[in-house]
Nanobody, 127 residues
């Protein structure tokens, strides 16, 4: 079973940037799409961004479009989420997840499409 480990979270001021990483175990990372989700205190977990297995297609929540960039390095078994122009409302625990099915060309924002999850990393944006 794949293990996903996030890193890169922390405290940043409004307008600042952070880069999250998601390191995956195993040799099948390149076969699966991946996504980032976040959960703020007292709120439901929400979709942030997703990327296809090849990295050729990406999808974003409207709330982060133009500010966040998802990417992946299949050679390093690692996915990334570059977050720029951060706002206090971006404060949450960010988790990466792997698609349940390999070689899927479209990765949705539905949580049920993701079968493996990391433990999450805290991102706090101060106002």
């Amino acid at each position: 079973q794949v293990q996903l480990v996030e890193s890169g979270g922390g405290l940043v001021e409004t307008g600042g940037s952070l880069r999250l990483s998601c390191a995956a175990s195993g040799r099948t990372f390149s076969a699966y799409g991946m996504g980032w989700f976040r959960q703020a205190p007292g709120k439901e977990r929400e979709f942030v961004a997703a990327i296809s297995y090849s990295g050729g297609s990406t999808w974003y929540a409207d709330s982060v479009k133009g500010r966040f960039t998802i990417s992946r390095d299949n050679g390093k078994n690692t996915g990334y989420l570059q977050m720029n122009s951060l706002k206090p409302e971006d404060t949450a625990v960010y988790s990466c997840a792997r698609d349940t099915n390999p070689w899927r060309p479209v990765v949705t924002g539905e949580e049920t499409d993701f079968g493996s999850w990391g433990q999450g990393t805290q991102v706090t944006v101060s106002s």
